[in-house]
């Protein structure tokens, strides 16, 4: 069972920055946060990943709560290409603990 | 290959065939992941190979359904009598198995869309 919460849909104009939230309150010690999105028609894409400092690489920021039960995945200068479903995911990577399991993720429009 | 490749990338079949979808992962990775995604859905688990362990079927819907991942690589998920519900998109995909998270994100196919009339 998907272990995130996340807002159904969200939208953004073009240039701004998109901040997606999600819920983990029950994250465990040795579990990390991942982001994928999926792009329509296309197969999911990992963006980015943490497990408890900010993160930050060419296409998105995250910013993990100190408590870590929640995360915020940012989008710095959205363009009408981020218009996707994302997937906040928290995994461990050892054994069937490394299974991803999807939530219904958040619809992210950016409009012009 | 330089990404995983699933084929076909379309298929029509008539309700109550036997229909495979083949997945092949990125060289050298271990895990494997089937998912499925109806219309307008999310990604629904199916089943997880990690190396040589034994399968996480837990996510099969019936037993119409089953993989095999022969050899490690290629894997082959097989629906049996298939039905119209079956229709989706089937998604392939793999991850490096083992040691540190850093470089052990998954890499998708294109799935497989799965028209059963």
């Known amino acids: 069972d998907a272990k995130t919460t996340q807002p159904t849909s969200m939208d953004c104009a073009e240039g701004r920055a998109a901040n997606l939230p999600c819920n983990h309150s029950t994250i465990s010690g040795n579990e990390y946060v991942y982001w994928y999105r999926q792009i329509h028609s296309q197969g999911p894409q990992y963006i980015i990943h943490?497990?408890?400092n900010n993160e930050t690489n060419e296409m998105a920021s995250l910013i993990i709560t100190e408590d870590r039960k929640s995360s915020t995945l940012i989008l710095p200068h959205a363009t009408l290409r981020d218009t996707a479903v994302y997937y906040c995911i928290v995994r461990g990577f050892t054994g069937t603990a490394s299974k991803l399991t999807f939530g219904t993720g958040t619809r992210l429009q950016v409009t012009l | 290959g330089a990404g995983v490749s699933q084929s076909p990338s379309n298929k029509v079949t008539e309700k109550g065939k036997d229909v495979e979808l083949r997945c092949d992962p990125i060289?050298?990775?271990?895990?494997l992941y089937w998912y499925r995604q109806s219309l307008g859905q999310g990604l629904e688990f199916l089943i997880y190979f990690q190396g040589n362990s034994a399968p996480d079927k837990s996510g099969l819907p019936s037993d119409r359904f089953s993989a095999e991942r022969t050899g490690g690589s290629v894997s082959t998920l097989t629906i049996q009598r298939t039905q119209q519900e079956d229709s989706a998109v089937y998604l392939c995909a793999s991850r490096q198995q083992g040691g540190l998270p850093l470089n052990t994100e998954a890499f998708f196919g294109q799935g497989t869309r799965l028209t059963v009339v």
């Open positions: 060289s050298g990775h271990t895990a």
């Open positions: 943490g497990l408890k």
